[in-house]
């Protein structure tokens, strides 16, 4: 690892110095402090010693001090490191646990079991059911427990710290023959024993994915049911709505039921105007969400493009607006093409080609950007890529979600200051998610840090191009441990750093 450091090609220069030990393990000299919570920038000094920060100082009153390593960060950005609430890492933190699309955006933690897939706790009958499959093949699926989940993830030790929910469908696919009903009461309480063992191992709360045809026939009553464990325990509810089109409301009211009759925080999941008929809405949406803040505690994420992508979804086949074909298994061919074209290509209809794609993944170009914009600025909002790594022609906010907010929405369209972005991605990130210590840049807590340069920070990655690290992210640091440089070397660096992080009293 010291020879990688040594290397003096990377903007920000690094070096060594002798360590007496009496000093701290690694100085960040002359930095811009933004520490996550929505605070002005401050000149500074930082000190980290056995993964935490243990001094917050002023520039040069920390000149005598010894350390292993001396970075100096020429007056550039020092945030906490990004916390991506919204991923489907969950198989990925093991099988590739370098992780390196989200740590060289700058994510130090990424929290597992959206929309209601998780890799854990798992027994499959066979393929893993839609959208299960986004996680991986069956062969990904080894964690019959949530345990033994956890001990895969401190074994592989990854990149990135990750924080775990736990998903309905998964449940329901272990406890179900058939996922077009809703569960009987049987197959409620077995869902709940599983869903209490992760509690009680550190999971952070249940997860639904309602609109998908694997948890629509769901009703109400039986997410009610199994939200049961999640007050007891200080867990959470987070829900990828039942409709993103036109019962937007309705599915948020559904939402907010769930949270308000297990008495537990509910996140809405990328919450977004989905379709042309809906364009508009972002109003009347946040409306319903600020009037339910009043009564319970309620937030959202989102993610920084006006497309989204999943598994190719045939009641979201469309001619409104434009549908990228990903991947699709029987015509593996036909990835990265439009479905418009296919469908010409086979002299079919729209349906008829997305149907025969089968099974296959899709990007939807179906958001305004006024939308768009009114979500991502609003105060209940937390950023998380959504990001999927499996996808061989990923959607660009895998690579690239968290510099775009910095780069793209903050300095460039100036939808809000740079501050309150970094605040969105880090230290209302963790207070929602109940990740402590985390978060924020405050002597003590642990030192999951960040070296940005705020004039070039951006996404690289593009729709046709999506596989590219952003720029400007300098120097990343997770649990103390330099392990990412970017600069035009852009390389993870060192021992992998990052844990299971168990829900905060387990
Ligand atoms: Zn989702
Ligand atoms: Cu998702």
Redesign the pocket.
């Known amino acids: 690892m010291n020879g990688a450091i040594n290397k003096q090609t990377n903007p920000t220069s690094i070096t060594n110095t002798s360590n007496d030990g009496t000093g701290c393990d690694t100085l960040i000299r002359n930095v811009s402090v933004i520490d996550g919570s929505g605070a002005q920038p401050f000149a500074a000094d930082v000190a980290i010693v056995n993964g935490r920060i243990c001094r917050i100082a002023a520039v040069g009153t920390l000149d005598d001090w010894q350390a292993t390593q001396t970075i100096d960060g020429h007056g550039k950005v020092l945030s906490p490191g990004f916390i991506d609430v919204?991923t489907h890492d969950d198989t990925n933190v093991i099988r590739q646990p370098e992780m390196f699309p989200k740590l060289s955006q700058g994510v130090t933690t990424v929290v597992v079991g959206?929309?209601?897939i998780s890799a854990a706790p798992v027994s499959l009958k066979g393929a893993p059911p839609d959208?299960m499959n986004l996680l991986g093949d069956t062969d990904a699926f080894n964690y019959p427990t949530f345990a033994s989940y956890v001990a895969a993830v401190n074994h592989a030790r990854p990149s990135v710290n990750v924080a775990a929910l736990i998903g309905h469908t998964a449940l329901r696919s272990n406890q179900m023959d058939r996922l077009d009903r809703a569960a009987t009461e049987p197959e409620i309480s077995a869902m709940c024993v599983q869903l209490s063992e992760a509690l009680a191992h550190g999971a952070l709360g249940l997860s639904t994915?309602l609109?998908y045809g694997n948890a629509i026939s769901a009703p109400t009553s039986e997410v009610m049911a199994l939200a049961a464990p999640l007050a007891a325990a200080g867990g959470i509810y987070a829900t990828?709505l039942r409709s993103e089109f036109a019962e937007i409301l309705e599915a948020m009211e559904e939402a907010f039921q769930i949270g308000k009759h297990a008495r537990v925080p509910v996140v809405i999941?990328?919450l977004k105007c989905a379709g042309v008929d809906n364009w508009g809405r972002s109003g009347e949406v946040l409306a319903a969400l600020e009037q339910a803040q009043r009564y319970q505690p309620v937030g959202c994420d989102c993610y920084p493009y006006t497309a989204s992508s999943?598994t190719l979804d045939l009641k979201q086949v469309t001619d409104t607006f434009d549908i990228q074909v990903t991947w699709s298994e029987p015509h593996p061919a036909m990835g990265g093409k439009m479905l418009a074209a296919i469908a010409a290509e086979w002299s079919v209809d729209l349906h008829e080609a997305a149907r025969r794609l089968q099974p296959a993944g899709a990007v939807y170009h179906g958001m305004h950007d006024d939308d768009v914009n009114r979500i991502l600025s609003h105060p209940a909002t937390v950023v998380g890529s959504?990001g999927l790594p499996n996808d061989p022609l990923p959607h660009p906010r895998l690579w690239g979600a968290f510099p775009r907010v910095l780069g793209y929405y903050s300095r460039e369209k100036k939808l809000f200051p740079l501050t309150v972005a970094v605040k969105k991605m880090t230290g209302m990130s963790a207070e929602r998610f109940g990740l402590t210590d985390r978060g924020l840049v405050r002597e003590g807590y642990w030192a999951d840090l960040v070296l940005f340069d705020p004039e070039t920070v951006r996404d690289a990655a593009t729709f046709t191009d999506p596989m590219q690290a952003a720029e400007g992210i300098e120097t990343v640091w997770v649990n103390g441990v330099l392990s990412y440089r970017g600069g035009a070397e852009k390389i993870a660096t060192g021992p992998r750093a990052g844990r299971f992080l168990a829900r905060a009293g387990t």
Do not use: M
């Open positions: 919204h959206n929309c209601g959208p994915g609109a990828h999941s990328h999943s959504d």
